[in-house]
């Protein structure tokens, strides 16, 4: 019986520390997402300013040849629609506000995890409890959001790279953010870089002055 008790209890132990984990990963997986969303709106802003600047720059201070007056052209009437685009996304899909109920999802299921825990350890196991435990459990569990497959492959990535091959998971942990949290990370680091180095391009390249 008390085998039975107890598997129940490591069971149970176990399965809420796996669900912490992803909760956490997927608090910090939509916390970036966040802040690179915005940072790629705030660029592509900048950047269309900067090339309005360029635009209205022609009166007096620089020739610009044609070829270099239709890219002008092209990212005026370019950069509002991709502005326009990220303005939906980030409202549609709320990363700050999924991100705080990841982190508090993640901080109940870890204090109940820290409740269950002296039980295992002091070998106390007891059906009555544990089933209070489980419903807990499953309570916080429908009262939130569930967490996405792939805050679940970056915790099994991570936990068999992290005492097989540390250089492997020291290399994950610094490059996750960019590769690992899925195309949409990937398309607003495109954008903010996009943004960040045509203007340049024009400005060295193709503003000459008289």
């Not at 969303?37 to 705030?42: A, F, Q």
């Not at 660029?43 to 720059?57: D, E, G, M, R």
């Not at 990212?75 to 991100?99: E, M, R």
């Not at 492997?168 to 680091?189: C, D, N, R, S, V």
């Amino acid at each position: 019986m008390q085998d039975r008790a107890e598997l129940l209890y490591k069971s149970l132990e176990k399965s809420i520390s796996s669900t912490t984990e992803d909760r956490f990963n997927a608090y910090r997986r939509l916390k970036s997402l966040n802040a690179a969303s915005l940072k790629s709106i705030t660029f592509s802003s900048t950047a269309l300013i900067i090339i309005s600047i360029l635009q209205i720059s022609k009166i007096n201070t620089c020739t610009i040849s044609d070829k270099t007056n239709d890219l002008l052209s092209l990212a005026l009437a370019a950069i509002p629609i991709i502005i326009l685009v990220l303005s939906i996304a980030i409202a549609n899909c709320n990363y700050g506000i999924k991100s705080s109920q990841m982190h508090e999802c993640g901080l109940l299921l870890n204090d109940l995890k820290r409740r269950i825990q002296p039980a295992i350890i002091l070998e106390e196991f007891n059906e009555g409890k544990y089933k209070e435990f489980a419903f807990q459990y499953n309570e916080i569990l429908t009262k939130y959001e569930n967490h996405e497959d792939l805050d679940r492959r970056i915790r099994r990535i991570e936990s068999r790279t992290k005492n097989q091959c540390p250089l492997m998971y020291f290399l994950i942990q610094t490059l996750k953010g960019t590769f690992l949290y899925g195309p949409e990370m990937l398309a607003y680091k495109f954008i903010t870089l996009a943004s960040t180095l045509f203007p340049i391009f024009l400005i060295i390249n193709t503003c000459k002055i008289s």
